[in-house]
């Protein structure tokens, strides 16, 4: 089945340390995101990519970095310059236009 | 620039009770809406959509209708379930149908 992947499922990160968060979809999607979800809140976009070797930064990049070598990865690294890091990553694709999201089931992320 | 607002949660109904969740939104053009579901630990799934005014989306006993003139598109349910105590979040496309704004979510609980 086509879906999206995000891994691992719960990540922890030491002080000064940078981790990546994986996400892999089998969509063929055009589109992906990233987004940190906080305890009850919405969602905020760190970055997103329309196409390969191209992404533009959303309402809270820094700290954050990304890179879309291929159509069908979109990895997410958190450095250290993310002072607080620990919340719940989101990866998202679209085939198009106004299509409808398609979201992974997440990434929790806390600070040992 | 664009934005949605949903009601404040939590809400907490009895078993076969009517479901309405309120949703406006502030934008430029004519944005397509959006209604996700979001299980604990989880990421989001769509649950409707609307293209244009007067549009209604309708999945598993949800509706809601794009209304234009109030710039809402608010979410009801006949008779709510045990199984669909979850968050749900508003959603819109922006004018170039390639980002997204979310609503803060509003959490549902459903008592037996």
Redesign the interface.
Known sequence: DGG?T?SPKYLFRKEGQNVTLSCEQNLNHD?M?WYRQDP????R?IY?S?IVNDFQKGDIAEGYSVSREKKESFPLTVTSAQKNPTAFY?C?STP???????????TRLSIL | GDSVTQMEGPVTLSEEAFLTINCTYTATGYP?L?W?VQYP??????LL?A?KADDKGSNKGFEATYRKETTSFHLEKGSVQVSDSAVY?CAL?DN?????V????TRLSVLP
Do not use: M
């Not at chain 1, 198009?96 to 997440?106: M, N, T």
């Open positions: 999206i995000q589109a995101y009850g809140q919405g969602l976009l997103y329309q989101l998202a198009g236009r106004y299509q409808p999201q398609h979201f992974g089931d997440g | 397509s959006f996700y630990g989880e990421g989001l799934q769509l959509k293209t979040f496309s170039y149908g390639q980002n997204f979310f609503g803060p979510g």
